[in-house]
């Protein structure tokens, strides 16, 4: 099965604020929010699986957000 790809639409007046929004700015608030999408993606699996090791639950974050749903 091949991987689908999304395209996001954001609305014109946030267009307009990133667009003055220096690139190695934009480059940190990506970074902010992946690592903000890890956290809590490794909460919920922790929470689902307290009995896992941290080993299986980082990889089982890596999946989930390499494979997330469009």
Do not use: C, N
């Amino acid at each position: 099965m091949g991987r689908r790809m999304a395209i996001e639409v954001i609305d014109d007046k946030y267009a307009e604020v990133l667009r003055h929004v220096p690139g190695p700015e934009r480059v940190r608030q990506l970074d902010d929010l992946y690592l903000f999408a890890r956290q809590m993606t490794k909460a919920r699996i922790q929470e689902r699986h307290p009995d896992w090791p941290d080993e299986l639950v980082e990889r089982e974050v890596s999946r989930a957000i390499a494979d997330a749903p469009d």
